[in-house]
């Protein structure tokens, strides 16, 4: 996928409250005769499976991939039992085929030796409905018969069912973990297998999600930073000028004017509506601990930060505004003001395009299916309210300033916080893979340095090429100049033990030396010193995740509670590579665990039934709960609660 690469990018990941593992397509393979092979996908109903032939920017489309052929080959190609519906998307802007309900997939084989064969290999493919995606998949299958002498036909029926025997996940208890070492333990002469699935309240104490309301004045900001941008701010005086001269009734001109705004409105608040429809909240919230999604994040920052400072211009082709500009003159009415609005969203690109992506990153965190829609009403508010009161108001459009130096001086500050986020992406990479390049000292000092520059820009100590020659010194430029010194003093606090609250959720977490990182480890040590257990499923680049951590653990009477458990975290993003990877069944599927964060996430789904962080558990020494789970919330006093019933059922 290369056209949507950024689409993608964007609007996939930050740390959500989910416990629900969605499995919508459940596939059957079976082989009724010996030259064919059947894959029959039962689809969930208001799903659809991507059919095997898709464009080649479109969504991952249906494959069935043949690894090994021992004594076989294939005839012919797949073919499918009925015909794909083929439907315009206006997502991926191409005509995509899908299937619904069921279908089966037919493979003709040829055998060499029908007492003694082997076909292995997997089914890719990608499921959406109206609200979300699941990411692309493989089910592995195999069909074999080694057996030289059978008085049974080698082509009975021998079916593979990956849907699971029963919806209840404890019948899992029976999956090998070979790797695992120490994996039971051995409490009062018992062997205790502290793997083993466990049953009780699953509800959370809590699963607080971003208040809406923050999320709509996040989006108002946004939408503020980007009017003050050189590619919006002088399209607001020409657009309102436009309108009001374009004929002589200026009740139209204003009514088409504020139909203008109306139109950048419906453009924004649709593009996060779509986000939410083909991706979900769900989906949103996955890239989040997603190194390489990361990495990528933190290049484009940068990119787009040179680019800011003067480096180089990044545009769209010129080609598509100018579609745009044709299709709004070709067609009257509102139409024609919405192609217009389009225009401006493309030619505003290069300003609005990253505060944007930035803007649902963030709003991806909640894990709400609103909360892409609300952001984005916010932010296109703040871009259209200026066209609909300068249209009423016109005699005021004089008292603006004028486009001029101070514009780019926008850019260049903006520039220096791209800067500083892409820290925080670079960051979760690091810490996922364990590479050690950004600590948590860096990345303060680094914090330090930045906001530091800054002040020296807008003192005009530091210059960048499209700056004006001249700049006076003005009370906006004094004060953003001090605001940054005193942002740098309170980073630098951080050097001596400062917890730094206000910005926990971007800075690398504050190591604790007396944390186990090992679940098996950590709970035989529990056993040993007699004490509860507080497991902590947590990720690198879970963003909620720190903020608990700085504002909710630091508290004293947490941190006494807490002194009382033994504190298991563990890191379901960190991609540092196991001894040798192992395969472990799970929902009736053959899985390889391949990194430490593989493991750890394994464990959460099969114990718990949970995959989503942060996510609190306090355990006996026989690994059984001792209080129902708890989620992101910083409620302190709910915490607390959890913290003391975990304590009062321990000692029962």
Known sequence: MKKHLLTYALFLTFSGISAQIIEPIHWTFNQKSPTELTFHADIDAGWHLYGTEIPEDGPVATKIVFETLENAELAGSISASKTPIEKYDNNFLMTLSYFENAVDFTQKIKLKDP????????????????????????????????????????????????????????????????????????????????????????????????????????????????????????????????????????????????????????????????????????????????????????????????????????????????????????????????????????????????????????????????????????????????????????????????????????????????????????????????????????????????????????????????????????????SLALAAFLFAGYMASGFFGKPLKTVSAFLPPVKNEQVFHDYDEGMRYAAEHKMPAFIDFTGYGCVNCRKMEAAVFTVKEVETLMSKYVVISLYVDDKKALNAPYEVTENGKTITLKTIGDKWSYLQRRKFRANAQPYYVLLDNSGNLLAPPHSYSEDVGKFLEFLRMGLANYQK
């Open 115 to 478: 007492n003694n064969y082997r076909i292995s290999g997997y089914v890719e493919f990608m499921a959406c409905n109206d609200e979300m995606c699941i990411a692309p998949k493989k089910e592995p299958f195999e069909f074999a018969q080694k057996s030289e002498v059978s008085k049974n036909p080698p082509f009975v029926d021998k079916t593979q069912d990956t849907r699971a025997k029963t919806q209840d996940t404890r019948q899992q208890a029976q999956d090998t973990v070979p790797e695992i070492a120490n994996r039971k333990s051995q409490i009062a002469n018992q062997e205790i297998d502290l793997w083993q699935p466990i049953s009780g309240d699953f509800n959370s104490t809590d699963t607080a999600d971003t208040s809406l309301w923050w999320i709509f004045a996040m989006g108002l900001l946004g939408g503020l930073l980007a009017l003050l941008t050189p590619c919006v701010w002088p399209i607001i005086p020409m657009t309102v000028s436009f309108f009001l001269k374009r004929n002589n009734d200026k009740r139209r001109g204003r009514r088409d004017a504020v139909l203008y705004a109306l139109a950048i409105i419906i453009i924004y608040v649709g593009l996060g509506l779509i986000i939410t429809a083909v991706f979900g909240a769900s989906a949103l919230n996955d890239l989040s601990t997603n190194a390489i999604f990361n990495i990528f994040l933190f290049l484009l920052l940068i990119i787009f930060a040179l680019s800011f400072f003067g480096a180089f211009e990044i545009t769209l082709p010129a080609s598509w505004a100018n579609c745009m500009d044709k299709r709004a003159e070709s067609t009257a009415g509102f139409v024609s003001i919405l192609f217009m609005a389009f225009t401006l969203a493309l030619v505003s690109f290069s300003c609005t395009g990253l505060i944007i992506g930035l803007l649902l990153v963030e709003v991806g965190s909640t894990g709400s299916l609103l909360a892409p829609a609300v952001g984005m009403t916010g932010f296109a508010l703040s871009l259209a309210i200026p066209f609909g009161f300068f249209a009423f108001f016109p005699a005021m459009l004089n008292s603006l300033p004028r486009s001029g130096g101070w514009l780019n001086e926008v850019k260049v500050s903006l520039a220096f916080f791209e800067l500083a986020f892409a820290l925080k992406f670079l960051s979760v990479a690091d810490m996922s893979y364990g590479w050690g390049i950004l600590p948590r000292p860096l990345f303060i000092a680094l914090w330090v340095i930045i906001p530091i520059a800054f002040a020296l820009y807008m003192l005009g100590i530091i210059r960048f090429p499209h700056d004006t020659k001249k700049r006076k010194l003005n009370w906006i430029r004094i």
